[in-house]
């Protein structure tokens, strides 16, 4: 199993450039997360989906969308990149509703200038 | 007031020391907590988990619950250069707002030197 993978690793954008962060999990994982990562800030939640087509904003929403079409993919999109969204952002999944544990992606750092 | 309250540090101990990492939750619907590693450019791993108040132990490392006065504790001992990185503590709620929803601590960046 690959487990989460994250795409692409690295990328700058310019300010009011939109992008998609794509994140797929290979576990038939229900529920799936969004983190932003800022330094000192630790894990702030963006969006987060408990199955395919049910979404539900996270912390820290404005500025993003997602969508879950299918069980394997949750896509998040930045429609007008601000400095502000400069940040390493993680993609998580797990299994059920219960307390198991997350399985993190290896992150996508972006820099928006 | 921050749900849950880490100290960043950073904090830098010799090879060999003890090491205690402590959060503190404002929550009480949080149930579960968990001890997060992440190392360098890396994604967060879980590396403790645990339910009721008390202490689990693994390995070198110990996680501590005083549910009473809302305190989380992770205890690592003869630390190693292989334990630097950053450490999240998180919690998760049954019920209410915090359903199905991890909340992390800032996380303590921490340095084990030779």
């Known amino acids: 199993n690959a487990g989460v993978t994250q795409t692409p690793k690295f990328r700058i954008l310019k300010i009011g450039q939109s992008m998609t962060l794509q994140c797929t999990q290979d576990?038939?994982?229900?529920?799936m997360y969004w983190y932003r990562q800022d330094p000192g800030m630790g894990l702030k939640l963006i969006y987060y989906s408990v199955g395919a087509g049910i979404t539900d904003k996270g912390e820290v929403p404005n500025g993003y969308n997602v969508s879950r079409s299918t069980t394997e993919d949750f896509p998040l999109r930045l429609e007008l990149a601000a400095p502000s969204q400069t940040s390493v952002y993680f993609c998580?999944?797990?299994?059920?509703?219960?307390?198991?544990?997350?399985?993190f992606g290896p992150g996508t750092r972006l820099t928006v200038l | 007031q921050k749900e849950v309250e880490q100290d960043p540090g950073p904090l830098s101990v010799p090879e060999g020391a003890i090491v205690s990492l402590n959060c503190t939750y404002s929550n009480s619907a949080f149930q579960y907590f968990m001890w997060y590693r992440q190392y360098s450019r890396k994604g967060p791993e879980l590396l403790m988990y645990?339910?009721?108040?008390g202490n689990k132990e693994d390995g070198r490392f110990t996680a501590q619950v005083d549910k009473s006065s809302k305190y989380i504790s992770l205890f690592i001992r003869d630390s190693q250069p292989s334990d630097s990185a950053t450490y999240l503590c998180a919690t998760w709620g049954a019920g209410g707002t915090s359903y199905g929803k991890l909340t992390f601590g800032q996380g303590t960046i921490l340095t084990v030197h030779p």
């Open positions: 645990t339910y009721s108040s």
């Open positions: 576990m038939n994982h229900n529920y």
């Open positions: 998580a999944s797990r299994e059920g509703g219960g307390a198991g544990e997350q399985f």
